[in-house]
C-alpha cells in the first residue's frame, strides 16, 4: 500500500514550456487535490475531485488545468509555465464518506526560470 | 472569501515548556479542524482533529480547542520536545461540502531549544 505516489519528485522548467504532474493513490480514495505551497503562504489549493470525471478550481486556479479520468490518478496540467508557479506541489486524496482526513502525497518541487 | 489566520508565524520555546498555537476562520459554516505538522522538506503530516460538535480533543501532549461563537481553535503542545521542533498549520473546511477542500493558515515555525 503506497498510499499517495507524486510524480515527478524534481523539475526544472524554462518560460514556456508545459509540463504534467501525476498523482496517484492506491487507497481507493473519492476526493483528491492539488495544493502549491509558497514560503510564508502556507498550503493554496488549486483544483480538486470529489470522483472521477469531475474537477473544480480552488483558491489560485490560473494558468493550471486538471484531469481525472481514472479514479486513482489526478493530474495537473501547466500549459505555458511562469517563474510564478515555482513552487512546491502536494497533491491529497481522502474518502468521500467516513473521516475527513487528507493524505499528501511526498511533493513535487518545480523551478520555473 | 474564507480565510484563516494563524499566529505567531515563528514561536520559540524551551524543551519543557508548553507551546500555544491560534486560529481564527472566516466561515461559519466550516465544521472540521485539522492541524498538520511539516518537517523540512516533507509532506504536512495531521497530528490533531477537531470537530465542530466536540469543544476540546487531546491526544496525549497535544489538545486542541474549538471555540465556535468566536470562531477560533488553538494547538496546545504541553512538555515540548526538541523532535517537536517543525513547521505547524492549521486548516478548516466544511466536511463533505465543497469537497472537502482545506484553507489554510499560513504556518506557524516551532523551534524548540534542548
Known amino acids: 500500500n503506497a498510499g499517495v505516489t507524486q510524480t515527478p519528485k524534481f523539475r526544472v522548467l524554462k518560460t514556456g514550456q508545459s509540463m504534467t504532474l501525476l498523482c496517484a493513490q492506491d487507497?481507493?480514495?473519492?476526493?483528491m487535490y492539488w495544493y502549491r505551497q509558497d514560503p510564508g503562504m502556507g498550503l493554496r489549493l488549486i483544483h480538486y475531485?470529489?470522483?472521477?470525471?469531475?474537477?473544480a478550481k480552488g483558491e489560485v486556479p490560473d494558468g493550471y488545468n486538471v484531469s481525472r479520468l481514472k479514479k486513482q490518478n489526478f493530474l495537473l496540467g501547466l500549459e505555458s509555465a511562469a517563474p510564478s508557479q515555482t513552487s512546491v506541489y502536494f497533491c491529497?486524496?481522502?474518502?468521500?464518506?467516513?473521516?475527513?482526513?487528507?493524505?499528501f502525497g511526498p511533493g513535487t518541487r518545480l523551478t520555473v526560470t | 472569501g474564507e480565510n484563516v489566520e494563524q499566529h505567531p508565524s515563528t514561536l520559540s520555546v524551551q524543551e519543557g515548556d508548553s507551546a500555544v498555537i491560534k486560529c481564527t476562520y472566516s466561515d461559519s459554516a466550516s465544521n472540521y479542524f485539522p492541524w498538520y505538522k511539516q518537517e523540512l522538506g516533507k509532506r504536512p503530516q495531521l497530528i490533531i482533529d477537531?470537530?465542530?460538535?466536540?469543544g476540546e480533543k487531546k491526544d496525549q501532549r497535544i489538545a486542541v480547542t474549538l471555540n465556535k461563537t468566536a470562531k477560533h481553535f488553538s494547538l496546545h503542545i504541553t512538555e515540548t520536545q526538541p523532535e517537536d521542533s517543525a513547521v505547524y498549520f492549521c486548516?478548516?473546511?466544511?466536511?463533505?461540502?465543497?469537497?472537502?477542500?482545506?484553507?489554510f493558515g499560513q504556518g506557524t515555525e516551532l523551534s524548540v531549544k534542548p
Open positions: 491529497a486524496s481522502r474518502t468521500g464518506t467516513g473521516p475527513y482526513e487528507q493524505y
Open positions: 487507497m481507493n480514495h473519492e476526493y
Open positions: 475531485s470529489v470522483g472521477e470525471g469531475t474537477t
Open positions: 486548516a478548516a473546511s466544511k466536511g463533505y461540502n465543497q469537497g472537502g477542500k482545506l484553507i
Open positions: 477537531i470537530r465542530s460538535n466536540v
